[in-house]
């Protein structure tokens, strides 16, 4: 029973959320409406679920004295901490944001700016003209990389952002939208897959129920 | 060990080096490079522009500090230019990491152009939920937002009394980090016919051009650059154009390092060859 209810949950659900679609009735409404709120709140508590996951985890790694446990602790400290201050409000000049403005946006800040550091370093390193596809590639991408910075004034014109427009326009729409339309029949089928209980992965645990 | 494999083997600290010079000089000593404007943020621009004095607009700020040099910029210009044009702003998240970043804004750019919390913009914060959000905001918004990000029932915000779904609203703007503008377009555009315009960052933008051509998004800014001419647009010089500089010269570093590291692998490979040929059969 712990696989087939919430089977047969995500297949009624799935039929009638796929209905209710193209019906415009109240009584249509009023399900998409509760619906909706429904969903918001399993989104809530899967929030919940992934705190309590993480500090379940860390707390583990701190007891049984794991590889890198003190940082852990670390961890542990920071989710608890931000906890603790949001119950003093979270208006603009509250511990919250305090916490916020000088500890998480510097540091993510400067997590994300190593990768201009990186992708130089990489770019030098492995972007090479080996066959005729890497060929085109790097070509593209040089002719983005110096359309999307201001150098016309030094190049002769607008030709070069023009050009760099082109390439974004065409042979990359292109491409995106093959990719988009893989992706989206990818979506659906597997959509219809989960309705009707043919792919079963998300129930998770092992082939017993 | 030649000296082409001990150029493409040289130490990654140099070129670090480099990039830190390259951005550091360019803030400290500005280039004052003049931007262009192109067309998908020049369309942003007009259909702001286009827009009655009171039609409100929507901006879901759905990123989080990583991507905010970038984003942060762009959000700004876009807050202004509604501010200026009086078009009441409706702000919110669909991003856990992007609240703090909305209220910093907002706050900031309504101290220096005088708008009134609850009467010009209004705050909703994060809801957890993505798409069942912005779908429930097609019904109507109080679903998802009985109350602002202080607490304050959504029926005692002024600026709100006449709005309840996307036929209230004028354009949504989604400024993303992630594919929240796919969602936006998805159910807010394709459900209940919601305008859409997107910020993203520069590596995200190539992936929105195909919702350009179709008309599913009206206009997109992508990374400093399109925050740099938004910017321009509205004659409000900001960190989009001031970092725009440091941007120009790390692109240049960049691909200088790209054609040197090709030279030398090729001529590399042209000297191996020759050994090869040279070298008596069999050795």
């Known amino acids: 029973m712990r696989r087939e209810i919430p089977l047969a949950i995500c297949l009624i659900m799935g039929v009638v959320m796929t209905v209710q679609f193209f019906v415009p009735h109240a009584a249509s409404q009023w399900l998409f409406d509760n619906m909706m709120k429904w969903l918001i709140i399993i989104a809530i508590f899967a929030l919940m679920l992934g705190l309590l996951n993480l500090i379940k985890i860390h707390t583990q790694k701190v007891i049984n004295r794991r590889k890198d446990w003190p940082y852990s602790i ?33 540091m993510q800040a400067t997590m994300f700016s190593l990768l201009a550091f990186y992708i130089a370093s990489a770019s030098f390193r492995t972007f090479r003209a080996r066959t005729f596809e890497a060929t085109l590639l790097l070509i593209a991408a040089v002719i983005v990389m110096l359309g999307r910075v201001p150098l016309e004034k030094y190049l002769g014109g607008q030709w070069l952002p023009d050009l760099a427009e082109w390439v974004l326009d065409y042979p990359n729409m292109a491409a995106e939208r093959g990719i988009m339309i893989g992706v989206g029949l990818g979506a659906i089928s597997m959509a219809l897959k989960i309705i009707l209980g043919i792919e079963r992965s998300w129930l998770g645990g092992g082939e017993k129920g | 060990m030649n000296f082409f494999d001990k150029f493409l083997k040289i130490d990654r600290r140099y070129i670090f ?8 000089i360019p803030l400290v000593f500005p280039l004052g490079l003049a931007v262009t404007v192109s067309p998908p943020v020049k369309n942003v621009y007009d259909e702001i522009e286009s827009l009655k004095p009171g039609t409100p607009v929507l901006v879901s700020v759905d990123f989080d500090p990583s991507t905010e040099p970038e984003l942060g910029p762009m959000t700004a210009a876009v807050l202004r230019h509604c501010f200026k044009r009086k078009l009441p702003v409706i702000l919110m998240n669909l991003h856990p990491g992007g609240p703090g970043l909305a209220l ?25 939920g993505g798409t069942a959000v912005i779908l429930s905001i097609g019904r109507d918004i109080r679903l998802s937002y009985p109350a602002d990000y202080y607490n304050k029932p959504i029926d005692q915000i002024p600026m709100m009394k006449n709005i309840r779904s996307y036929s209230d609203i004028g354009l949504v703007v989604t400024l993303s980090g992630s594919t929240f503008p796919d ?23 190539a992936d929105y051009y195909p919702y350009l051509s179709t008309g599913q998004m009206i206009g997109l800014i992508g990374g400093l650059k399109g925050a740099a001419e938004y910017e321009k647009l509205i004659g409000v010089p900001g960190n989009g154009l001031k970092g725009m500089d440091a941007q120009t010269i790390i692109h240049l570093l960049i691909v200088l390092l790209i054609i040197l590291g090709n030279i030398a692998f090729l001529l590399m490979r042209r000297q191996q060859r020759r050994g090869e040929q040279t070298r008596p059969s069999g050795a």
């Open chain 2, 17 to 24: 080096i480099l990039v830190a010079i390259g951005v550091v």
């Open chain 1, 74 to 106: 670390v961890a542990l400290v920071g989710v608890v901490g931000t906890l603790i201050t949001g119950f003093w409000g979270i208006g603009a000049d509250s511990p919250f944001m305090v916490l916020y403005n000088y500890i998480q946006i510097p």
């Open chain 2, 183 to 205: 969602v936006w377009v998805a159910y807010a555009h394709e459900r209940f016919g919601a305008k859409i315009a997107a910020g993203v960052t520069a590596v995200m933008a």
């Open chain 2, 104 to 128: 910093a804004i907002s706050d900031k750019v309504a101290k220096e152009t005088g708008a009134k919390e609850g009467v010009d913009y209004c705050f909703l914060g994060y809801k957890a």
